[in-house]
Each structure stands twice: as C-alpha cells, then as structure tokens.
C-alpha cells in the first residue's frame, strides 16, 4: 500500500521540474535580452558621444587656425594673403564690415558661410550682429590637411570684430548694448578703486596700452552630420612698450635711474646723429628719451648731444603733443618718456617679464656670449623675413658689418659696430650697456631702448639702475647713428600670442 501510494506521488511531481527548467530558461533568456539591448544602447551611446567629441575637436582645432594665423610669425600668417587684415600690424582697428572666413571644404562640396541656402551658412552672424554676413566677406582657405594627412573637419573660421551688441554684454556699464562702438581689451584697466582690473572696454578713443578684441567662431559638420560650433573672444598680448600702437617713445630710450649718454660730439657735419623725425610718417619723437625726471638736468645727457642739429626730435615731457610741431634743434629734444611706456617697462621685474616673454617667442636664442660674424651672419635675415633674436649674454658685433632685420635683444654688453646696420628693434636689457667705439657708415633704423635690471652678478635689482649709452668715437659717421623708424618698429614686433579672454559652445540643432 505504501509502495504504490509513493509511486503515485512521484508520478503527480514529474512535470514540475520541467516547469521551474522552462521558467529558468525564460528568465535567463530574460536577462540575456537585456544585456544586449543594454550592450547596444552603450554601443550607440559611445558612438554618439564619440562623434560628438570628433566635431566638438573638430570645431576646435578651426578656431585654433583662426588664433594661431592671427601671428606674424605663423609661415601662414593671414596678412600675408589679406594685407593688413590683422589690426595690430596694420595700425588701425578692424571694422565690424570687415570679415575673414576661413573655408575648408571636403571633395567638391561647397562652404559658403555668407549664403543662406548653403548648407554651412553662418547663421549665428544673424544672431549676434542682426544682419546677414557680408557678401563682401573675404574668404581664404584653410591650411588643413597638411603633406597629405586628412585635415580636421571644420567648415569654417570666422574673425571679425566685436560689440556690446553682438557679444549680449553691457561691458560699460549704463544698461544700452551699444551695436557699433568697438570692443578693446585693456591689461591696464582699473577699477572704481584704482586697483588694477584688466578688461574689456568700449570706447572710440581706447588708451594706448589698449588692443582690439576679436572673434573667433567655427563650425565643424561630421559625415554623418553631427554638428559643434565653438568661440573665442581674443586678444593680443603684446610686450610694446607703449601698448597697442606699437611705438617706442624715443629713438633713443634710456630707462632708469642716472642714467649716461656719451656721444661723440662736435666733429662737424658728418658726425653721429640721432634723430627722432620719424622716417616712415611726419610725426615724431624726442630723440633721447629719459623717465627719471632727475635725468633731465642731467649735464652727461644734454651737453652729450652736441651739436644741436645732430639730434632731432621734440622735447617732450608728460603726453605727446598734437602734431604738427616743427622739431627741435636743441640739444635739449631730449624728454620725459615715463608717461608712454607701459607700467612693466618701469620696474626690473616688468621688464624681466619681457625678457622672458620674447625669449619663449623668439626665432633664435643663443646662451652664452656671442659674436656677429659667428652668430647673425647665418640666421638668414632679410627685410621680407624679420627675425627675433636674443642673445642671453654679451654681444659683440666688432668687425661685424652686415645688415640685421627685426628685434635684437641683449641680455648683456652690447657693443656695437658703426659699421654694422639693424633694421628694426634694438633692445638692451640685463646689464644696460651699449657700447661703440669706433666710427662707420652703419647705423640702426626703428628705435633703441636701454635698461640696467641686473648687477654685475646676474642678480634682478629692486629698483632700474644706471643705462648707459656711450658713442666714444668722432671719426665719420656719414649722417648715420639711430633714425626712428615706426615701419620698421612694427615690422620687428608681433605678438606673443593671442590670449583667449573667453570661450564658449553655441548650440546647434543637428
């Protein structure tokens, strides 16, 4: 009885164990779906994101061709292919009608950002100035790709000029955005409690220390047509001692304290001159520029310049007068320059701080002592390929009788022979001391400026010591020494980058 009572229970429980088999099944099966829809959408996540980074890079890496070809020493340099285009080389700002685009079109597309119906139009031109672009845009090409190496995939860079009104921001502040006052950054802008406050500014009339800010706008389209635009607010950071016009203050500049100037003196017509007459304009300089007012009694300075009609310029003390004025043939067109330098270039450590920024951006540094026919006779300088060259300790340029073009800076003992000609910027800063002994036919044309910001160990002084210029030789000099050059003054700067005030993604509908 037993026996078949149990057999029929097991008979009763045998197709439950198929039952909790089949549900095990679904269940995994379950969960196996879910992990390949979950696999898949992680799959079209990382796609998604990954092209979305591609534009976003993209986008990116136009704006970065935009800023880097904004550089005179970019081989792609922009003014090399729209002339005067970039407004810190060409002298006056860029006006809102004057728009660069870069183009970079794949295969026989079309990018035409100033059309409406193109594909890539510039729709957010629209949006910031309320007008389309301008047809009269200049466009020029992209220099991606490179040797052959597919290039990035943006369409095209934009750069133009900025407002209160396009950029949505009262920078004044008086609650108007203004749509056609320019935009300038100013790194000496203080604020309503004179502390230093580097900012934007509107003005029609920006201070020298002032630079205009630009835009900078890319648009990057993938294959599969993700989209990115990015933007830049930029400007320029210059080391000019006298701001956004690029000048120097004085044909011959001697900054600091007690400063010496020894010049060859009364040995008639064809002695040394220094003349602050500007060659490239009728403006001009004084011909020998101090900031120590102490300085401008001084007998070493005035009774050096002799005689009178060998040093031109104006006597200019405190701001520059308004031209015209005729020039001064006194020995006295020497002047307080103070109020046309920067604050940087009145301290040791401002001036460092140019040392250091045109040592990173310069074509050539050679550290240690150098000569002229060992060092500059191979750089290749020419007057359509301006150099910047600095030398980290003394330079002598004896029995040197070449021809320099762009910025020479010297950290030590110049000594120069007259012999030898500079096209450009000669700057003299570390130990001070320019030195020439002996008389020729050379001379330097742009400007000069001397500064003591080390002793005689290398240590950076606390306060600017005594310059010293000496031009110990009345031999013939044939009408040559210094002539102030403004072209050539900005021929030889550029500069050391441009800053990325600020950055920002603009949506877009994909």
Not at 464 to 484: D, E, M
Request: hydrophobic content about 40%; overall charge negative; glycine content about 10%.
């Amino acid at each position: 009885m037993n026996r078949a009572r149990k057999s029929s229970e097991w008979q009763a429980e045998a197709g439950a164990a198929l039952l909790i088999a089949i549900c095990a099944l679904l269940l995994i099966s379950v969960v196996a779906i879910a992990l390949v829809v979950s696999s898949g959408t992680d799959s079209a996540l990382a796609g998604n994101y990954r092209t979305s980074t591609s534009a976003y890079y993209a986008a990116l890496a136009g704006l970065e061709e935009g800023r880097s070809r904004l550089l005179g020493s970019n081989p792609n340099f922009i003014n090399k292919t729209v002339p005067n285009f970039v407004p810190v080389t060409s002298g006056a700002p860029l006006s809102l009608s004057n728009v660069l685009y870069i183009q970079n079109p794949v295969g026989g597309e079309t990018v035409a950002p100033t059309d409406s119906s193109n594909a890539y139009a510039d729709t957010e031109y629209q949006t910031e100035f309320g007008v389309q672009p301008p047809t009269s845009a200049t466009i020029i090409n992209s220099v991606s790709p490179v040797a052959g190496f597919p290039g990035q995939s943006f369409k095209w860079t934009r750069i133009n000029a900025v407002t209160e009104q396009s950029l949505n921001l009262d920078v004044k502040p008086d609650n108007y955005l203004d749509p056609s006052t320019l935009l300038f950054y100013d790194p000496a802008a203080k604020d309503a409690s004179n502390n230093p406050r580097p900012s934007l500014i509107v003005s029609a009339t920006p201070p020298l220390t002032a630079m205009q800010a630009l835009e900078i706008t890319s648009l990057a389209v993938l294959p599969n047509g993700s989209r990115r635009m990015l933007q830049y607010i930029v400007a320029p950071s210059l080391i000019f001692p006298g701001g956004a016009d690029l000048t120097f203050p004085a044909a011959l500049t001697l900054d600091g304290n007690n400063v010496t100037f020894s010049g060859p003196g009364t040995s008639g017509a064809n002695s040394f001159f220094v003349n602050g007459q500007d060659q490239c304009s009728t403006a001009y300089v004084p011909a020998i520029g101090f900031v120590n007012t102490g300085d401008s009694s001084k007998s070493n300075i005035v009774s050096g310049a002799t005689p009178a009609g060998n040093y031109l310029g104006f006597p200019l003390v405190g701001p520059p007068p308004p031209p015209p004025q005729t020039p001064s043939t006194s020995p006295n067109s020497v002047g307080d320059v103070s109020l046309r330098l920067r604050a940087n270039w009145l301290t040791p450590s401002g001036l460092d701080a140019v040392v250091q920024d045109t040592t990173k951006s310069a074509d050539v540094v050679i550290n240690g002592n150098a000569t002229g026919t060992g060092t500059l006779n191979a750089l290749g300088m020419s007057a359509t390929n301006p150099l910047t060259v600095v030398i980290n300790g003394d330079l002598d340029l004896s029995a040197w009788h070449g021809v320099g073009y762009g910025l020479l800076l010297v950290t030590g003992t110049l000594k120069y022979d007259p012999d030898a000609t500079w096209e450009g910027v000669v700057l003299v800063i570390g130990q001070g001391q320019f030195i020439s002994t002996t008389s020729g036919d050379g001379g330097i044309d742009g400007a000069v400026f001397i500064a003591r910001t080390r002793d005689s160990s290398g240590n950076l002084l606390s306060a600017l010591g005594p310059a010293s210029f000496n031009q110990g030789n009345a031999g013939t000099h044939s009408g040559r020494g210094i002539n102030y050059n403004s072209c050539l003054v900005k021929s030889a700067q550029g500069p050391l980058t441009y800053r990325v005030l600020s950055f920002r993604e603009i949506p877009l509908a994909n």
